[in-house]
């Protein structure tokens, strides 16, 4: 089984946002624990894969060891890491992307 963590910033805001219907989004992201080849590929920097998973209008990003993903099977997957860093609605999707892109980019310049 995979490990989900999600941010301590990003828990606050579906929190604020969402109210009573975060504990919802909180069981779809922890569904990956189960399922983690669950979500849409959006990019790839690296061996880190950027997804997303959706609730009604709303995105969340996640990125994971995108080798490990692809190649073993669900239930080899126990040590994978699934990291929820961001939300957006559908108005700052690209925003979001490219700024985690650029995060990414910028962690990996200085490995």
Request: glycine letters at 4%; zero cysteines.
């Amino acid at each position: 089984m995979a490990k989900v963590v999600i941010t301590e910033t990003l828990e606050k805001e579906i929190n604020k946002k969402f109210k009573k219907e975060s504990i919802k989004i909180f069981e779809l992201l922890l569904s990956l624990e189960k399922n983690p080849k669950k979500g849409k590929f959006l990019n790839q920097l690296g061996d880190i894969v950027l997804k997303e998973i959706k609730y009604k209008s709303f995105r969340f990003y996640f990125i994971t060891n995108g080798f490990k993903l692809k190649f073993l099977k669900i239930e080899e997957l126990s040590d994978l890491l699934i990291k929820f860093v961001r939300m957006s609605d559908k108005d700052s999707q690209q925003e979001v992307i490219e700024d985690i892109k650029r995060v990414l980019r910028t962690i990996g310049d200085g490995l």
